[in-house]
């Protein structure tokens, strides 16, 4: 091979790479903006694990690996129209659904004016009404359903919406799963499953999890396609959630995607994986991050610069320390209120008098 | 007024409730086509498409689940346990999830829901489809439990409880549906959730029930009268959470005695509620101990009828507890 073959070749190569995000009909903007995303999730996870290791945070359950899938998971999806029931590593996709750093950040500190639980849940149980993300709880899975049971209202009144749930691999074995999983595809509900195999469940391996080895392959019995995807390529994840997207708006159904993620950190910050994890192991997944792996990606087809990149990591930086800072001004919760909203507002007149509750759309 | 059975009535309510608001929707096993084992929803099927009248697969966890995330899209479903006894694979959903997204999300996130489920015995359904489980539920906060007892309180506090904003478990005992008829007001009459009802006036002692058990409680009463010249006061209470302590305090303050009387076993049973609540608050006004008549401790009700008529409780059982409390 002459060298000018080899410079052609490389200019095939970025050619090609560059029509990737392009043919996906994604622009320049649009792949920074995730990538953006991306390191934002990322920065603010990494900073509430400073804060939990100065005490100001009790406890801490990382996206750090899982930033790839679910931004771009979340990516085609209608911010403030279509509907996310997400889990606990959710981080990136909460934020893409209009989380902003400073909720995130606020509901981990526990603070009185949390939208995800005003103080009464714990860290990562992502949730605000105004951005219709479901509010989660502890029990593994029990959100999928939920998921299913807003498509079913959706497909019961016709309208265009759209849900995506989110659960691990882990997850994938509990028995709502497949209660949720049949339903939809009885119905071909408007429904996303995004399962993010990390390959652990805290210490479990997939291999005593998950009879067969992979999730996606249930998406068959349940009359649905289920996709395998690199979940540290942010481009195929991208691909798969908007196909899967489109499919749902067509009235096809719902879609399966099990995209294949790396557990950057422990469990959560009461867990040490050292204990059930060989160091090679750990070591490896650095390998496997989707941050600097998108980042090259970006700088091979020319759209991320030095210049571009340091930007937005500054950009990045100075919100997280502002979110912080407003975050931790924010006023506790009060025992005093600990009594309220336990049961919702009494309705003038004694219950026959019905206000119409909001639909999407229509704001809450 | 028309005079409807009980189940007429839950049909009724749910018929009326889904005309009157398009969110309304009903989900179950067999609740479309056949219209429910007990023909509970029979004609909406017809009437209103199967969409919202939506048969599910044989999924408890998913049939609560479900309506609990079409509540949080803004939907307002009527969800059928095909039988009480089948609710623990939804126990997860309605525990964790339905009694608590109000709470957890600070308000943001309501689920106007209803789970209606028959339960009770006397119906020869053996250990699993004779289950009164209500205290599993109404020791739950964040759900409100009805047990109405008469077809007026059936149609008017399943439509209270399908425009109410909370979730509200529903308990039809079942051997009440067909029992009897009963005169139920006609147009859009609504009995407000958290209300008991004096059923029969009485001034010797309260017996404090609810379901099936005010019809055998009536029935007592009605001996106790005639054989014993003592008047029992027959509380039905109708709701059992919230429960209306302002109805049971002020029986307590006129009779001075009290008898709880459920189907479901006694050992930390509600009656245990009511007991406390009586104790707590009414110890002055007592003249004889808070006495409850419950159902034996075993697990479940036996099939064989001679075993299933030592478990339940009928008037017979009733008027002998009152009269060891009326002679104290």
Known sequence: ?364 | MAQLNILEAIRSAMDEEMERDERVMVLGEDVGRKGGVFGATEGLWAKYGDKRVLDTPLTEGLIAGAAMGAAVYGLRPVAEMQFADFVYPAFNQIVSEISRIHYRSNGAFRVPLVIRMPYGGGVHGALYHSQSNESYFTSTVGLKVVAPGTPADAKGLLKAAIRDEDPVMFFEHKKTYRLFKAEVPDGDTVVPIGKAQVAREGEHLSIFCYGFMRTCALEAAETLAREDGVEAEVVDLRTLRPLDTETILASVAKTGKALVVHEANRFGGFGAEIAATIAEEAFEQLDGPVTRLAGPEVPAVPYHHALEEWFMIGPARIVAAARELAAY
């Open chain 1, 1 to 364: 091979m002459t060298l000018s073959e080899k410079e052609e070749q490389v200019s095939d190569s970025k050619t090609t790479t560059r029509a990737r995000h392009q043919e996906m009909g994604l622009s320049d903007d649009d792949v920074l903006g995730m990538y953006r995303a991306m390191l934002l999730a990322r920065a603010v996870d990494e900073r509430m694990w400073l804060m939990q290791r100065a005490g100001k945070i009790a406890f801490i359950i990382s996206g750090q690996g899982h930033e790839g899938a679910q931004v771009a998971s979340a990516w085609p999806m209608r911010k403030g129209h279509d509907w996310m029931a997400p889990y606990y590593r959710s981080i990136a996709s909460a934020m893409t659904f209009g989380m902003t750093a400073e909720d995130i950040i606020t509901a981990h500190l526990a603070k009185g004016d949390d939208v995800s639980s005003g103080g009464r849940q714990m860290p990562g149980h992502y949730g605000g009404a105004r951005y219709n993300l479901v509010s989660l709880s502890s029990p593994v899975g029990t959100q999928v359903l939920h998921a299913v049971g807003i498509a079913m209202g959706a497909w019961v009144r016709g309208d265009d919406v759209v849900t995506m749930t989110q659960f691990g691999e882990g997850t994938a074995n509990q028995g709502e799963i497949h209660e949720a999983m049949n339903f939809a595809g009885v119905h071909k509900l408007p429904v996303i499953f995004v399962c993010e195999n990390n390959g652990y469940a805290i210490s479990v391996p997939l291999d005593r999890q998950v009879a067969g080895g992979s999730v996606s392959a249930r998406g068959a019995g349940y009359g649905m396609p289920g996709i395998d995807v690199d979940g540290g390529d942010v481009l195929a994840c991208y691909a798969a959630a908007r196909e899967a997207h489109e499919r749902a708006r067509r009235g096809e159904g719902p879609t399966l995607i099990e995209a294949h993620v790396v557990r950057l950190t422990s469990h959560s910050s009461d867990d040490d994986q050292r204990r059930y994890r060989d160091p090679g192991e750990v070591e490896a997944l650095k390998e496997r991050d989707p941050i600097p792996r998108f980042a090259n990606e970006l700088r091979d087809t020319g759209v991320l610069t030095d210049e571009i990149e340091e930007r937005l990591r500054a950009e990045v930086k100075a919100e997280v320390n502002e979110a912080s800072q407003r975050a931790e001004a924010r006023r506790d919760p009060d025992p005093n209120d600990a009594h309220e909203r336990v049961y919702a507002e009494p309705i003038p007149g004694g219950g026959t008098a019905v206000p119409l509750a909001p639909l999407p759309g229509e704001g809450h």
